[in-house]
């Protein structure tokens, strides 16, 4: 892990929280956000989910939608949360896949 817990859990905790109260706030028939805990479920309407979660002992946010999966971590200089494989960040990645999967640009 390259950063400290502390950082590592407020940096987590305010990126989950951020996801969830803008795609919570877009009030979609097909879009259910439930942030609980470290662990945001992103449910669709054909029930189809995506899961985004504070993984504390890899000290990464790892996000899992439909069979592609990310592991972010975070750039202590930036903020943002990067794929070190794919070089994927966190926000653009969720926008994508969720606007891909609901038909409509999404913006995070």
Aim: proline content about 1%.
């Amino acid at each position: 892990m390259t950063t400290d817990r502390k950082t590592f859990y407020q940096e987590a905790e305010k990126a989950l929280r951020h996801i969830d109260e803008v795609l919570g706030g877009l009030e979609l028939d097909e879009l259910d956000s439930e942030l609980a805990g470290d662990v945001l479920t992103l449910t669709f309407g054909d029930g189809g989910r995506f899961v985004i979660n504070a993984h504390s002992a890899a000290g990464q946010v790892w996000m899992a939608a439909g069979t592609d999966a990310w592991h972010f971590d975070l750039e202590p200089a930036s903020g943002r949360w990067i794929a070190s494989k794919t070089g994927d960040e966190l926000m653009q990645t969720l926008a994508r896949t969720v606007g891909a999967r609901i038909g409509r640009v999404v913006d995070l």
